[in-house]
């Protein structure tokens, strides 16, 4: 059985000031705020590929329906 390596002990941290709590709240909703807005710019472009997807789509079957119309 191989010897646990040594991990020197963690510092105790100090308890946070309600100043330092506060910033860190703001920064933490700040950065959710920015992964929202990320999300919805993702959302959108899917949105707008979707449809170029349905658009593609139905030209496909347009030209296919008029090659089975042309080859009768």
Known sequence: M???PDVPDAEPLLPLSKEDQLAG???AVDQLCAVHDDLYDMKSVLEEQAQVLDDLQ???????????????
Do not use: H
């Not at 139905?58 to 009768?72: I, T």
């Open 2 to 4: 191989p010897d646990e």
């Open 25 to 27: 709240l703001l920064s």
């Open 58 to 72: 139905n030209r496909v079957l347009d030209v296919m329906f008029a090659l089975e119309r042309n080859s009768k």
